[in-house]
Every structure is written in C-alpha cells, then in structure tokens.
C-alpha cells in the first residue's frame, strides 16, 4: 500500500512533466472546426454558457462561437438554418448523449468561451491517462506491470500527439467526444482498482454511478454497465463472491445517473427518450447494402436515401433490431462479409491491437497442446507476426497483398474465438491475464463494431488499453521466448 502511494505521487509528477513536454509540442487554436459533430457540440455548449439552456442553433452573435474553418463542408445552408434557430431561441436537441456537451459547456461558463482552454484540459486528461499506466500497470501485474505502464505511457502520448500518425486521427486540435470517453475508460479502471479492494455498497453504489454516466458522456459505452452487470452476476452466482445486495446496488447507481436526462429529454420532446435519439439511423446507416463496401458508415443506404429499404410501409410496425435481421434475412449472402469488413475497417489503424491479439492466441495455442516442439514452432510464427505488424503496422497504399497481410485484424479475431474455446475446453482461460475491466471495454467496443459500423473514432478511445495490455504480452513474450531457447539449447534436459 506504501508502495502505492509513492507511485502514484510519481505519476502525478509525471503528468506535470509530461504535460510540460507534449503540450509544447502541439500548435492548439482558439477556434472549433466549423464541421461535423463539432458544429452540434460547440453551438450548445455557448448557448449553456451564455444562459440559453440545452439548445441547438446560433443564439448569439455567430463570431462569439469561435467557430473557424471547416475538416469537410457542412450543407451549404446549415448556418442559415442554425440563425433562424437561433431567432426561435435555439431547438431541443436529442440526437446525441449530453455528457460532453455539459463537460464543455461548464469549461466556457468557468473561463469564458475558449475552445484554446478546453483543447488544453482536455489534452491535460490524455496525458493523465498516460502518465498513470505505470500505476495501473503495477497494481495489475506488480513489478513487470510498473515497466509495462512506463513503456506503454510514452508510446501512448507520443502516438496521441503525433498528429500525422493514421491511428491518431488527429484529435488533440479539436473540440470532440474521443479525449473525455479515454478519461472516462480510465477512471472506470482505476474506480475498478478501488472497488477490487472495499467492495462496500458506497463504493459499489459510487461505481453504479459512473457506469451511468459513461453511458452519459457517449452511447457508444451502452454495453459497458450491462457487461459489468453480468460480471458481477458470475461473481454472485458462480463464484460466490458477492451478495445479490451489491448487484442491486450497482444498478441503482446506473439507473439514478442515468434518469434524471432521461425524463428531461422525454419531457422536452413529448416521447420516450432513454439517452438519445442517435441509434435509429446509426442502425440503418451501419447496416445496409452499402455496407458491404467497406463495413464504414453509410448514410447513402438510410438516412440520406427516401428509397431505403428501411423506409417500406410494411416494417414500420416492427422494433428497429428486428428490422436489421429482416434487412439481413433478404440478403443472407452479405451478412458475413459486411461483419467482417467492419471489423477490418474499424481495428485496421491499431498495430497494438493486433499485437495483443497474436501474443494472446500464441499463448492459448501454446499452453493447450503442451508440447515442446510445438512451443518452439509456436514461438517462431509468432515472432515472425509481430515483425510483420513491426514492418508493416498500417494499411500499405500500392501494395495490395502487404496491406491485406499488414492489416489482418478479421482473421486475428476469427483465430481468437478458436482459441479461446480452445481454452476454455481445456480450463486454461486463467492463463490470460487481462483484467476484468479491459476485456469489458474492448467487447463493448467490439459489440458497437458489428452492431453498427466500423469506426476507428469509436476504438481510438480505448488505444491505450491496447498499448498496455501489448506491450505487458510482449514482455512475457521475450522472457518466454528467451527461456525457452536457452532450456533448449544450452541444457542438459533440452
């Protein structure tokens, strides 16, 4: 416990160097991009400032919300719909989560409107991220989780604040969701670490609470408090580790998050608003005949298209998740690759991600045949995935065969599922030691994939889960590797 206060001391004074450090290095402006998401989120947070309330549209003086030039071109008349809007007092707005709107909004009312301090704060919260892996590191894995943590942290930040890198997606300029849901994930692990230790029902009320508002700050986090809700079921039910008291107490602190917007926004709209009104055409736009193209977004198959298949009279009467399977019942041959394609897009920019995965069905594979010359073979190919992913970490343009090879997400997940049945036959899943926590966030993200679309934006947030949970495997790895070779080689009984 000593021991972990001095290193979380550390951790602070790392953040203040690092912040020091990579702060110095960006060119951050004072303006939001006139595009996109931003244009919703910027415009409301003013209005919150301002003293308009929750409302969409261009309130005040268009100059007063900073708004400069534009990623891509909005519809050519959005600002002339906006100021009439604004003349109306600004529309209720239901169609995205509340969390990061209200996050930026209490920034402009603290400091005035400054889309420069929040790029800051929010920048601040990345580098917290990074600077406390060495302290989630040791607290999950003790002494090689501490090298892990100060590894990976690094690795971390310098990929986030390399705007040029293609997973980064260059956010650390703009007023998005991606830094407050990474704060979000990471204050989820270390409420977890805290909850591991007392699981009293203030803190299990406390972490109910912060399921919620996960849920809040973006619906892409809408599998989180469900999955955790299920964990602690199995530690009820199965393990016997828990009371039935604590999972009701869990939910109780989801649900008393989550109400109060809930009958806001169902009381300003005149219908039942749970979070928001966004998962209709996310659906439709995610799974379509267009998806097939690539597994991305396509609002050309839904939203934008009167024609839809969604659209015909006689599916109204059916739930929305029904009317995907029936969209997939009449086109059967496209359900495999259009789920395929989504993963590949989504997970193709994360070299990490597929480092973890290697590491993780290498040492299934290894541990379930117990086989000494089967190791060493195991080992080999291994090594030699990870100098592909090494070599070739992105999308390779003009080499059609290196990019497939490079960026075999798909077949690394379908060769996971193998192995984790493999393990769970053999009872050795015990042998994957990734805390609780971030299986959790990486199969939310992972059910948000195939249920909607493939969305780098979506896994960016959890990237440093990634180079976490890499760079520990990747120790173990080169220990076993090392260890293995040497027994072979250069002892009596190899």
């Not at 969390?99 to 402009?108: P, Q, T, W």
Request: aromatic residues 18%; contains cysteine; proline residues 5%.
């Amino acid at each position: 416990m000593i021991a972990s206060k001095y290193l979380m001391i550390t951790c602070i004074c790392l953040t203040i160097v690092y912040s020091f450090y990579f702060l110095n290095k960006i060119k951050l402006d004072n303006t939001a991009y006139w595009s996109g998401d931003t244009i919703v989120y910027q415009s409301i947070a003013v209005n919150l400032a301002t003293g308009h309330g929750y409302k969409y549209g261009i309130i005040e003086p268009f100059e007063k919300y900073k708004f400069g030039k534009g990623l891509f071109n909005p519809k050519a008349d959005l600002k002339e719909e906006l100021t009439d809007w604004g003349k109306e007092g600004g529309h209720d707005y239901f169609f995205t989560t509340p969390g990061y709107i209200l996050f930026l909004g209490s920034i402009y009312k603290i400091f005035g409107i400054s889309p420069f301090i929040a790029k800051v704060i929010q920048n601040i919260f990345m580098i917290t991220i990074g600077s406390f892996l060495p302290f989630i590191g040791y607290i999950f894995w003790k002494r090689s989780g501490l090298v892990s943590g100060i590894i990976s942290g690094f690795i971390y930040l310098n990929h986030f604040f390399s705007l040029e890198a293609p997973g980064s997606l260059a956010v650390a300029n703009e007023i998005l969701t991606e830094p407050l849901i990474s704060f979000y994930l990471f204050l989820m692990i270390i409420v977890f670490m805290y909850w591991s230790i007392k699981k009293s029902f203030i803190t299990t009320f406390s972490f109910g609470v912060l399921l919620g508002i996960g849920v809040l700050v973006k619906g892409s986090n809408i599998f989180i408090p469900l999955l955790f809700l299920t964990y602690f079921f199995i530690l009820i039910f199965i393990k016997r580790s828990l009371s039935l008291a604590h999972l009701s107490v869990l939910l109780s602190g989801i649900i008393i998050s989550i109400l109060p917007w809930s009958i806001y926004a169902t009381k300003s709209s005149d219908q039942l608003i749970l979070i928001s009104t966004q998962s209709k055409p996310a659906l439709f736009d995610g799974n379509n005949e267009y998806t097939v193209i690539d597994g991305a977004w396509h609002p050309e198959g839904y939203i934008d298209n009167p024609n839809s298949f969604y659209r015909q009279p006689w599916l109204q009467k059916y739930p929305d998740l029904i009317k995907v399977a029936i969209f997939y019942y009449y086109h059967p041959r496209i359900f495999l690759p259009v789920f395929l394609k989504k993963l590949f897009y989504a997970y193709r920019l994360f070299p990490f991600f597929k480092i973890s995965l290697t590491l993780i069905i290498s040492s299934i594979l290894i541990n379930y045949f117990l086989n000494k010359k089967f190791k060493i073979v195991m080992l080999m190919i291994t090594l030699l995935c990870l100098i592909n992913i090494f070599i070739f970490p992105y999308p390779v343009t003009g080499m059609p065969f290196m990019s497939q090879i490079s960026t075999s997400g798909s077949l690394l997940t379908v060769l996971l599922t193998v192995a984790m049945l493999l393990a769970y036959r053999k009872k050795i899943i015990h042998t994957i030691d990734i805390p609780a926590p971030m299986i959790i966030i990486f199969v939310n993200y992972l059910l948000i994939t195939l249920m909607i679309f493939g969305y780098p934006r979506y896994i960016q947030v959890m990237n440093f889960v990634f180079i976490l949970v890499s760079v520990k495997l990747l120790m173990d790895f080169i220990k076993e590797f090392f260890s293995t070779f040497y027994s072979v080689f250069f002892t009596s009984d190899g």
